[in-house]
């Protein structure tokens, strides 16, 4: 049981992530799929991921993950860090950047019960070719097993937030964490976590920061680091959903690469110019390009935040994402989308 001693700064800081984490979430969800007990949590994805895996890629890609990775327990946090939120690419960047000490520090407290091997030394090492080679196999996982249902991820994110959130303005924080998840009690000042590892924590005084996912496994999950607010994802079971609009009709719709944008837009809630090129893996003219036709179309709207620029779904947008079953599962409308009409920048 992991003790949690959360003073006041950070009781008057207790938030919801602004949105999932591509990169961590991608691999909780990849050491979460290896345990075929809690499946059924999410199981179109876990048919989605045994089905990925007849691929070559994909197979090379799991294979290089379920090595390098604990089959269960916690991961070395720096594979799930705070930044990054942006894209995978982002947070990919992220994990490279980690200093050697403390890559080999946590890759080797994961690795207490596990065999070496010579590609565990190396990623213990932080050796740069075994790094690039986990990057690329993150990259490909969640290319082939999670992208094509973040949308709807993200949209059962929101769903949860959005119960959690009256929850809290109803009856109060402490009936907000009785109500997350049976591994989490409150004990004022003190929040129990059954988690992967046991001991008593202050808390850092920047928060407490609360995702509720179905792809993070059994158990809760926690990252304490100092100068950062404590995060906590624990588990959630994903609502059966109504059929969205069909993938290849989009496409030919729009075009497949304009209709991945869409979607990108869609479960980010909006993305700058050279963030969506990174996100949709095309070129930054090609990303402002598709943006600017589908901001003609009037499904994005976009506005200058400094020296870049910010697409959003409008209305429109997201009622074509939506189909005819009527869904409400994207991105709530900012101001600007409310309306959807006209597009700014012209």
């Known amino acids: 049981m992991l003790r949690l001693q959360l003073g006041s700064a950070d009781l008057c800081r207790v938030r919801f992530a602004d949105r ?3 990169v961590g979430i991608a691999l909780l969800a990849g050491q979460w799929l290896r345990d075929p007990t809690v499946a059924a949590m999410a199981p179109t994805l876990a048919e989605r991921a045994a089905a990925a895996e007849g691929t070559a890629a994909a197979q090379a890609a799991t294979a290089i993950l379920r090595h ?6 916690r991961l070395p946090d720096f594979v799930t860090p705070f930044d990054g939120l942006e894209s995978v690419e982002a947070g990919l960047e992220a994990i490279r950047a980690t200093p050697a000490r ?16 010579p590609l565990r030394r190396r990623f213990a090492e932080a050796d740069p070719e075994v790094l690039d080679l986990f990057g690329g196999a993150v990259r490909t996982w969640f290319a082939t097993v999670l992208e094509p249902h973040w ?33 989490i009690r409150w004990r004022e000042p003190v929040l129990e976590v059954r988690t992967w590892w046991d001991g008593d924590l202050p808390g850092t005084g920047h928060g407490l920061i609360l995702l509720p996912s179905p792809l993070a496994g059994p158990r809760p999950r926690v990252l304490v680091e100092q100068g950062y607010p404590i995060l906590l994802v624990y588990p959630v079971v994903t609502p059966a959903g109504r059929a ?11 075009g497949a690469t304009r209709a991945l944008v869409l979607r990108r837009l869609a479960a980010d ?7 969506l090129s ?13 943006a600017r036709a589908l901001r003609t179309a009037g499904l994005v709207a976009s506005e ?9 779904l409008t209305a429109l947008g997201a009622g074509l994402l939506r189909g005819p079953s009527g869904d409400s599962g994207e991105p709530w409308p900012t101001a600007g989308q409310a309306t959807g009409w006209p597009p700014v920048l012209p």
């Open 20 to 22: 999932l984490h591509p």
């Open 304 to 312: 200058r935040e400094g020296g870049a620029v910010r697409h959003r």
């Open 102 to 117: 403390r890559v080999r520090a946590e890759v080797t407290m994961a690795y207490a019960d596990t065999p070496t091997s």
């Open 269 to 275: 809630g909006g993305l700058t110019t050279t963030v």
């Open 244 to 254: 969205r609009a069909d993938d290849e009709s989009l496409g030919r719709l729009l």
């Open 278 to 290: 990174r996100a949709v893996g095309i070129s930054l003219s090609s990303a402002s390009e598709h």
């Open 151 to 183: 949308v709807e991820v993200a949209s059962a994110y929101r769903q949860q937030v959005m119960s959690a959130s009256q929850r809290l303005a109803q009856h109060g924080l402490a009936a907000l964490f009785a109500g997350l998840h049976p591994g």
């Open 68 to 73: 390098l990775l604990p089959d269960r327990g």
